[in-house]
């Protein structure tokens, strides 16, 4: 079985600081972890993905992801947020034997200006 | 082109009424998957296309019936649906339906039972 946990339901962060949001997971085989990130009334839109090799991730908008074997974990990070990215992010795992895509329950970013 | 496209973005429908949901994709895609959103929530998987054929059903109440005329079309037919049915509807593609493939969405169809 496999899963997807968001600790953080709200994460509030100054313009201009670094951001994380957090994301751990639970798989059987080797975990393909991804991020999107959801507007309002708006459908998902990727960042970036994990598949193998490097644990940094780079992906879309100056995100990051860090993927930590040992701590079961791939974590979204940006040195600098931006208002605008201001949004729903949810972190998701595919299942190793079919197309079915888990999400974790979302984290609302929140960028004070 | 990474764009799904789904049409109509709004659907207001009475519990007798049959309504269709669309969707379109032209980046060649042979996966295509439906999904429902509920306020707050994230996105549950519904059904799932692999090279026009379907391979997932998560158990969907037959009200909801899907169709992929081709691999650049998707269609979800809608029938004596319930209002716990509204919902954000989503499409997304996918490269193949290998686990390493990102998925893209449509913006969705916000749709309200009466």
């Known amino acids: 079985a496999q899963s997807v946990a968001q600790p953080e339901d709200q994460v509030n962060v100054a313009e201009g600081n670094p951001l994380t949001v957090k994301c751990t997971y639970s798989?059987?085989?080797?975990?393909?972890l991804f991020w999107y990130v959801q507007y309002p009334n708006r459908g998902l839109q990727f960042l970036l993905k994990?598949?193998?090799?490097?644990?940094l991730v780079k992906g879309s908008y100056g995100f990051e992801a860090e993927f930590n074997k040992s701590q079961t974990s791939f974590h979204l990070k940006k040195p600098s947020a931006l208002v605008s990215d201001s949004a729903l992010y949810f972190c998701?795992?595919?299942?190793?034997?079919?197309?079915?895509?888990?999400f974790g329950t979302g984290t609302r970013l929140t960028v004070i200006p | 082109d990474t764009e799904v496209t789904q049409t109509p973005k709004h659907l207001v429908m009475g519990m007798t009424n049959k309504k269709s949901l669309k969707c379109e994709q032209h980046?060649?895609?042979?996966?295509m998957y439906w999904y429902k959103q509920k306020a707050k929530k994230p996105p549950e998987l519904m059904f799932v296309?692999?090279?026009?054929?379907?391979?997932i059903n998560e158990s969907v109440p037959s009200r909801f019936s899907p169709e992929c005329p081709n691999s650049s079309l998707l269609n979800l037919h809608l029938h004596a649906l319930q209002p716990e049915d509204s919902a954000l509807y989503l499409c997304?593609?996918?490269?193949?339906?290998?686990?390493?493939?990102?998925?893209?969405f449509g913006p969705g169809t916000r749709l309200t039972v009466t």
């Open positions: 296309y692999s090279y026009e054929k379907l391979s």
């Open positions: 998701a795992v595919r299942d190793g034997g079919a197309n079915n895509l888990f």
């Open positions: 997304a593609s996918s490269q193949g339906g290998g686990r390493f493939h990102e998925q893209y």
């Open positions: 994990y598949i193998t090799g490097d644990n």
């Open positions: 980046m060649g895609h042979r996966a």
């Open positions: 798989v059987s085989g080797n975990p393909y």
